[in-house]
């Protein structure tokens, strides 16, 4: 179907992202149709594209649960890149655990047989939810005690060892990013415990009073959307001779509700916050780390983010503002 891209466009990747209607899949496919041309990449869903995303470059439906479906995807459209992005976060996971665990672990699995299957290259992000209460939390090292606690975690640490495992035992060229929580201006969070880092600025565009789910000092690593675009990109086109390992902290800042809520308050000085306790998102959040150490990352392939929390804050308004007047 989209096998008419131009010869230029042959010579790069052929990439499908699963999962990628979420918060971060459509900004991954914008980047990469930008780097590789747009006929190269699709995403895929089982949701239903918005118009914008559906003419935006080539979409296709893949249930990742559906092994048959998934493998024809993968050879009709000759891909050689897999961005495996499908997953229940961990708040909502913690609310369905049987569509979790199916999800996030029968999935990973078809994934991993048809990239080793097919010779592709395969990123699977992993997350600071891989840690638990045991690991070291401020910083937490890329290798520690990791024994979490929800089925989102269980489920990543299991890619991860899943994905190394393929790589040592067959060859398969796994690559994976333990991503802090995601600040996105122009797509909604899945469903996680970072979630409400998000919705403070929605709220504080909208209605000037915020009410936090997460108490004032619960401090978590964050990250802006295009830092973790950035980095993704890059640690899939690094020499494979660099990666020293296959799965890497990456890290940009760290805060507390409390800490954003005053830097919001520097552009919305009305705004009113407000803590109403989520105790399943608190007991995530207290079990996972405070601080990231991504010294590995920084070091084998030359991790750099861009944005810190003012740098951050200022680009969501300046985003969220110019929408607003839009
Ligand atoms: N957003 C973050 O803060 C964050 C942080 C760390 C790691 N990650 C990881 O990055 C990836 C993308 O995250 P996101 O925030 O975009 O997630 P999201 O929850 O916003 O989107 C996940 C997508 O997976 C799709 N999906 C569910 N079941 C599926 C199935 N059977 N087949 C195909 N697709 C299915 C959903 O429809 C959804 O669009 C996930 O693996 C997530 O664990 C995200
Ligand atoms: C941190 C991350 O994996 C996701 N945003 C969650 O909170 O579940």
Redesign the pocket.
């Known amino acids: 179907m989209w096998d008419s891209f131009s010869f230029s466009e042959s010579d790069h990747p052929r990439v499908l992202i699963?999962?990628?209607?979420?918060?971060?899949?459509v900004g991954l496919a914008k980047l990469l149709r930008k780097r590789f041309g747009r006929n190269n990449v699709i995403l895929?869903?089982?949701?239903k594209p918005a118009d914008n995303v559906f003419y935006s470059g080539p979409f296709i439906y893949?249930?990742?649960?559906d092994y048959k479906n998934l493998r024809e995807i993968v050879v009709n459209n000759r891909i050689t890149w897999l961005f495996?992005?499908?997953?229940?976060?961990s708040a909502?996971g913690e609310a369905n655990v049987p569509l979790a665990r199916?999800?996030n672990i029968t999935?990973l699995h078809n994934v991993l047989d048809i990239a080793a299957e097919h010779n592709l290259r395969l990123f699977?992000?992993?997350?600071?939810?891989a840690f638990g209460p045991t690991s070291p939390r401020d910083p937490t090292p890329d290798l520690c005690i990791q024994r979490p606690r929800t089925i989102?975690g269980v489920s990543?640490v299991h890619a991860e060892l899943m994905g190394e495992y393929y790589h040592y035992r067959y060859g398969l060229d796994f690559r994976c990013l333990?991503?802090?929580?995601?600040i996105s201006a122009d797509?909604?969070?899945?469903?996680?415990t970072?979630d409400y880092a998000v919705q403070i600025f929605h709220d504080a565009i909208k209605t000037g009073k915020f009410q936090c789910n997460l108490k004032p000092d619960t401090r978590l690593p964050m990250m802006y959307i295009d830092d973790?675009l950035k980095a993704t990109l890059e640690v899939m086109e690094a020499p494979s001779e660099t990666l020293s390992m296959r799965t890497y902290n990456i890290s940009a800042m760290s805060f507390t509700p409390e800490e954003l809520a005053q830097e919001v308050q520097k552009h919305v000085p009305e705004l009113q916050v407000t803590y109403k306790v989520d105790d399943v998102r608190q007991a995530i959040a207290d079990s996972w780390p405070m601080n990231f150490d991504d010294r590995n990352a920084r070091r084998d392939w030359g991790w750099k983010h861009d944005y810190d929390l003012p740098e951050l804050v200022t680009t969501m308004f300046n985003f969220l503002g110019e929408e607003s007047r839009s």
């Open positions: 699963t999962g990628g209607l979420g918060q971060l899949g895929s869903d089982i949701r893949t249930d990742i649960l495996h992005y499908s997953a229940l976060l909502v199916a999800v999935g699977v992000p992993s997350t600071i939810g989102y990543k333990r991503y802090p929580g995601i797509s909604q969070p899945g469903g996680g970072t973790c």
